[in-house]
């Protein structure tokens, strides 16, 4: 009997093959060819349902109110391997004393000036202050701290960070993300996709697309024009933190609950008096033409990073 090998000449083509069946066929072979067509049957619905998948993660990766989509993690010192330990530990060390060295919880996370500068603070909370640390992740020293006493907190919001309504910075968001995205195109030369780059709405308003907490320590005073307009005033009555970057990059949950704004939140409530004021709702950042926030925010220029030749 000749023998036929399959592993030789061009591959076939079974997508249009059908099956025949014919009266020379005995049952044992009949079965045979059933099973081989389920075998196909079933692998071209598996490979079917993976691309399915692979498209549906690719349309849930392009969504464009994802924070921080274009960033690169690796340039942030504190994505190194236990960095941002060490420095949890040096400030805990360095900064509480023996009468509260009783601490709940630690955080890398962004903290927001009044001027809408976005600011990366190491954040240590006890049972009786909480300590917003400004450590420098190059030479690995503290440069300056704010230790804010909880009995002294009078209100904690919680909710999304919004513009005013009256506010550019939105607008101007908008515009560098499209000049952002046409730029990007054109240097991966993309110039197949280049139309969809240049589209209206790539230049439509960007909220933050953040959420956060503020803590407040004014009463409901308002905040005296001195220092409302004044860029270097530091003692502000209030803390706005959201969430670090590198928490939309981290993929166990263990890695990412270090840079979690919520983890601040739930621990920190329970801390507070009762007669602190607790609340949900939109927080107000007070930037109005926005330019330098933007500038200074799209940069990363508050975070400790590689920045070719220079890194600060």
Not at 36 to 56: K, L, P
Not at 66 to 75: A, L, Q, Y
Not at 176 to 181: K, Q, Y
């Amino acid at each position: 009997m000749d023998e036929t090998y399959f592993d030789e000449g061009p591959a076939g083509n079974f997508e249009t093959t059908t099956l025949e069946i014919t009266k020379d066929l005995d049952g044992n072979e009949f079965n045979n060819l059933c099973s081989v067509s389920s075998g196909i049957s079933a692998t071209r619905r598996n490979m079917e349902n993976q691309d399915n998948a692979s498209n549906q993660v690719r349309t849930s990766m392009n969504i464009s109110n994802i924070p921080f989509k274009h960033i690169d993690i690796h340039s942030f010192f504190t994505d190194r391997n236990e960095v941002v330990e060490r420095a949890l530990k040096d400030c805990q060390d360095s900064l509480i004393n023996e009468e509260e060295k009783d601490i709940v919880g630690n955080w890398l996370l962004t903290e927001i000036s009044l001027w809408d500068i976005e600011k990366e603070r190491l954040v240590v909370l006890t049972k009786k202050a909480i300590y917003s640390i400004k450590y420098d992740f190059i030479s690995l020293k503290i440069l300056e701290y704010n230790r804010v006493p909880l009995s002294q907190i009078d209100t904690l919001i919680s909710g999304e960070l919004i513009y005013p309504s009256s506010s550019l910075a939105p607008r101007l968001s908008g515009l560098a993300e499209g000049v952002s995205s046409i730029f990007h195109c054109a240097v991966r030369q993309e110039w197949s996709s280049l139309t969809s780059c240049t589209g209206l709405t790539q230049f439509d308003s960007r909220k933050r697309y953040l959420s956060g907490i503020r803590l407040m320590w004014n009463k409901g005073t308002p905040l005296p024009l001195s220092k409302k307009w004044n860029p270097f005033a530091k003692d502000i009555p209030w803390l706005t933190y959201t969430s670090h970057p590198l928490f939309w990059y981290k993929g166990s949950e263990v890695d990412k609950a270090k840079f979690d704004v919520d983890g601040l939140h739930s621990t920190i409530i329970r801390l507070l008096s009762s007669e602190c004021v607790i609340r949900t709702g939109s927080i107000i950042i007070e930037n109005y033409f926005g330019l330098g926030a933007l500038v200074h925010n799209r940069n990363g220029l508050g975070f400790f990073k590689i920045r070719g030749k220079v890194s600060f």
